[in-house]
T-cell receptor, first 116, second 114 residues
Framework: GAGVSQSPRYKVAKRGQDVALRCDPI?????LFWYQQALGQGPEFLTY????????KSGLPSDRFFAERPEGSVSTLKIQRTQQEDSAVYLC??????????????FGPGTRLTVT | QQQVKQSPQSLIVQKGGISIINCAYE??????FPWYQQFPGKGPALLIA?????SEKKEGRFTISFNKSAKQFSLHIMDSQPGDSATYFC?????????????FGQGTTLQVKP
């Protein structure tokens, strides 16, 4: 079946611009995560949704970062007034908590954001 | 605060050899420990995972060894192949939390020479 998809795959933004990154999780997965991966580093947690509820946004680095999942499926990560330090790969992952009770998270290919 | 420490940062192994990557964690509440494989330009792919109630799990050429008392776990890749050349990440999560968010190590770049 289809995996997690993300769009766009690459985004170049000028400093100060707003960007929106989209994630389509695996169909039926209730849990959705956003991670930020800086070059040469491991992914770092940003935020978590269970269906449409944002249950954890402790990893969002500033109030310029905003995420939503209004209908419990597709999610959008929005970054306002982008800064150079926002340059990274943004990864989306989804998980089903209803099947095995385990915590496997399946990642999309990521969106590489470059802020110039 | 880095809760999961991974070593080595890079590793070169000959084809057919054993690749070993180690991780140490701090939070004793962690109860799920996956390993991910990532190729350039791709997202991390789940390789194998273990829970603390077992000391070892094997899937094909990949084995996780888990030492709860030492708060350490490791990935062993037997009969390493050039196609295994990738970056490997260990991770941990606390399932009893309401998020299950993963805390990742810094990654190990593995190169398998033919």
């Amino acid at each position: 079946g289809a995996g997690v998809s993300q769009s766009p795959r690459y985004k170049v933004a000028k400093r100060g611009q707003d960007v929106a990154l989209r994630c389509d999780p695996i169909s039926g997965h209730v849990s959705l995560f956003w991670y930020q991966q800086a070059l040469g580093q491991g992914p770092e947690f940003l935020t978590y949704f269970q269906n449409e509820a944002q249950l954890d946004k402790s990893g969002l680095p500033s109030d310029r970062f905003f995420a939503e999942r209004p209908e419990g499926s597709v999610s959008t990560l929005k970054i306002q007034r982008t800064q150079q330090e926002d340059s990274a790969v943004y990864l989306c992952a989804s998980s089903s908590v209803e099947t095995t009770g385990s915590y496997e998270q399946y990642f999309g290919p990521g969106t590489r954001l470059t802020v110039t | 605060q880095q809760q999961v420490k991974q070593s080595p940062q890079s590793l070169i192994v000959q084809k057919g050899g054993i690749s070993i990557i180690n991780c140490a964690y701090e939070n004793t509440a962690f109860d799920y420990f996956p390993w991910y494989q990532q190729f350039p330009g791709k997202g991390p792919a789940l390789l194998i995972a273990i829970r603390p109630d077992v000391s070892e799990k094997k899937e094909g050429r990949f084995t996780i060894s888990f030492n709860k008392s030492a708060k350490q776990f490791s990935l062993h890749i037997m009969d390493s192949q050039p196609g295994d050349s990738a970056t490997y990440f260990c991770a941990a999560s606390r399932g009893s939390s309401n998020t299950g968010k993963l805390i990742f190590g810094q990654g190990t770049t593995l190169q398998v020479k033919p």
